[in-house]
């Protein structure tokens, strides 16, 4: 039971270069989430997946897709990577019982654009 | 608009002693409020929750004190040791809205010393 899965672990990008980060779940969970970490801005939502086949919008989305591929996979497609999206990238998931709402945490992908 | 905010940046306390983790908060609609904790290079962990029905929740060593008129929130560790070592994030939702989503502060920082 790995719990939540996150490759790459690290990856160095030139501005205008395309890349996915690839996330999995193997606890059955029906939502995930993509967050980015920032010095001094805590833990910023990107998109998220409420259940397999929907996605939409969290906080900073923009130069951001997303795709749930499944219910264990949830991948992050930066398109054209600015410097802005230098970062370290977390996904996430939750069951959605509704009396917890914990989200269990993937270890990270540390994301350097040039 | 920062709706969680975490406002020490780092606190450092002696082992043994007690470590005091603060949080303020703006959205009244939020009914839900957790911890995390946070290792270097590795995902952040559930630490411990409480609902807005109740105003403690204690675990271990680890006890969430919650006032809602104030909108306020604290961590309380006791005693502390070295490993606790890490930083704290606050986060909250509001489990009447569309999904579950948290808001993350921007994190505190403990150093235990020994």
């Known amino acids: 039971n790995a719990g939540v899965t996150q490759t790459p672990k690290f990856q160095v990008l030139k501005t205008g270069q395309s890349m996915t980060l690839q996330c999995a779940q193997d606890?059955?969970?029906?939502?995930m989430y993509w967050y980015r970490q920032d010095p001094g801005m805590g833990l910023r939502l990107i998109y998220y997946?409420?259940?397999?086949?929907?996605?939409d919008k969290g906080e900073v989305p923009n130069g951001y897709n997303v795709s749930r591929l499944n219910k264990r996979e949830f991948s992050l497609r930066l398109e054209s990577a600015a410097p802005s999206q230098t970062s370290v990238y977390f996904c996430?998931?939750?069951?959605?019982?509704?009396?917890?709402?914990?989200?269990?945490f993937g270890p990270g992908t540390r994301l350097t654009v040039l | 608009d920062q709706q969680v905010k975490q406002n020490s940046p780092s606190l450092s306390v002696q082992e043994g002693r007690i470590s005091i983790l603060n949080c303020d908060y703006t959205?009244?609609?939020?009914?839900?409020f957790l911890w995390y904790k946070k290792y270097p290079a590795e995902g952040p962990t559930f630490l411990i929750s409480?609902?807005?029905?109740?105003d403690k929740n204690e675990d271990g060593r680890f006890t969430v004190f919650l006032n809602k008129s104030a909108k306020h929130l604290s961590l309380h560790i006791v005693p502390s040791q070295p490993g606790d070592s890490a930083v704290y994030f606050c986060?909250?939702?509001?489990?009447?809205?569309?999904?579950?989503?948290?808001?993350f502060g921007t994190g505190t920082l403990l150093a235990v010393q020994p």
């Open positions: 959205n009244s609609m939020f009914d839900y």
């Open positions: 996430a998931s939750s069951r959605d019982d509704i009396n917890t709402d914990t989200q269990y």
């Open positions: 986060a909250a939702s509001d489990r009447g809205g569309a999904t579950n989503k948290l808001i």
């Open positions: 606890m059955n969970h029906n939502s």
């Open positions: 409480i609902s807005s029905i109740k």
């Open positions: 997946s409420a259940s397999e086949g929907t996605t």
